[in-house]
């Protein structure tokens, strides 16, 4: 239901198209550049940024193929099945937890009810109880509630598992294969970042209700198909450094109140000849790192070679050279054609050293094959 002038504005901004809602993957990224306020933006309003996308003339290669979605539903499926009996038992022997007899909810559908208000209530009622009673209790499609940026996002990790010891332990359950013990590096690590977005939701619950955070295990589960097999194996994965990064971006996110509020009045991501400008009208910050993690970066780094903006240099470059937004700035304070403000004289101070250096470096390497 709208019923704030931000709702309404992230709705107009949507174009009146339905919200598509954060999840693990895009709060991840969207940490992964917290100074981008078009992406966040977007991800506030629920757009489409991938159809957003196509339609201005940038598609991008994201998404998994219709064969893996099949696959990875169908593994899934196979390790809930009959209220996570295989799961337990592959806690049980091969994790060696000692996993008590244990009760299972599946809060995907609340008495026929998939609204997220209501499963999030079942949710919180349903551990503020486990964390009370210490019983052994598998959730399944639980929803966490988490705030980016002012705005909640709804989660839903594979499974909780509340164990021993009386700690919360969240569950991935993912369709790569672990291969002689090893996964691939990069989709652990994606994993990994994911888990901790739940793991951080799950920590935020129990604080609301009245427990310590560290009721909620560092450790998470995962669980994936072992050598190519249907058969399920699982490793626990340490996310604390995840979780450390994920707070400290989160922190930096400016509040989407505040960057909705200075945009033109009348911006629509809706399709349409306005579009593209539309779109411009929220300042951006590429980097090469955002083709990996964002369905816009063709789009932006299209936008950022037109103006030459240090972003399409790397990050790295771009922090280094501190508030000089454009490669023919530096390259003009480099050679002593642009005067620097103030705010920039150290800057400009160590970009002429760096041209003197790179100078003398080519002049004693061409005399020297002279």
């Known amino acids: 239901m709208i019923d704030t002038a931000l709702d309404l504005d992230l709705d107009r901004l949507r174009g009146g198209a339905p919200p598509r809602n954060h999840d693990a993957r895009t709060i991840a990224a969207l940490t992964a550049n917290p100074g981008c ?18 339609e201005l003339g940038f598609p ?30 592959l806690l049980r022997d091969r994790l060696g937890l000692a996993v008590p007899e244990v009760a299972y909810d599946d809060l995907e559908v609340v008495a026929g009810n998939e609204g997220r208000e209501l499963r999030h209530a079942r949710t919180r009622r349903l551990l503020a109880h486990a964390l009370e009673s210490d019983e052994g209790t598998l959730f399944d499609h639980p929803l966490l509630r988490l705030e980016i940026a002012g705005q909640p996002a709804y989660l839903e990790p594979d499974v909780i598992a509340f164990q021993l010891a009386g700690r919360l332990h969240v569950i991935e359950i993912k369709s790569f294969a672990v291969v002689d ?77 505040a960057i909705v509020g200075e945009l033109p009045p ?10 593209p400008a539309s779109v411009r009208a929220v300042d951006a910050r590429y980097a090469p790192e955002c083709m990996a993690s964002c369905e816009m970066a063709f789009f932006c780094r299209d936008e950022a070679r037109a103006c030459g903006a240090t972003g399409t240099l790397g990050r790295s470059v771009r922090d280094d050279l501190g508030g000089v ?4 700035t530096a390259l003009a ?3 002593g054609s642009l005067e620097p403000a103030e705010d920039l004289a150290e800057t400009a101070l160590q970009l002429r050293t760096a041209a003197r250096l790179r100078r003398e470096v080519l002049g004693g390497a061409l005399d020297g094959a002279a």
Do not use: W
């Open 37 to 54: 306020a078009r992406r966040g933006v977007m991800d506030a309003a629920g757009v489409d940024k991938d159809a957003l996308a196509r």
């Open 60 to 89: 991008s290669p994201f998404g998994q193929s219709q064969f893996a979605i099949t696959r990875g539903n169908a593994f899934e499926a196979q390790v809930k099945a009959d209220g996570c009996a295989e799961l337990i038992t």
């Open 181 to 257: 013990g090893q996964a691939e590096p990069e989709q652990v690590a994606a994993a990994a970042r994911q888990a901790a977005v739940y793991v951080l939701a799950l920590r935020r619950l129990v604080g609301e209700l009245g427990h310590p955070a560290e009721r909620v295990s560092h450790e998470v589960i995962l669980v994936c198909p072992e050598n190519f097999s249907n058969r399920p194996t699982a490793t626990p994965v340490d996310v604390r450094p995840q979780l450390a990064v994920l707070e400290r971006q989160l922190a930096r996110l400016t509040r989407i109140d």
């Open 266 to 275: 009348d911006i629509s991501f809706a399709p349409g000849e306005e579009l």
């Open 325 to 328: 937004d454009t490669i023919g």
């Open 333 to 335: 304070l480099a050679d």
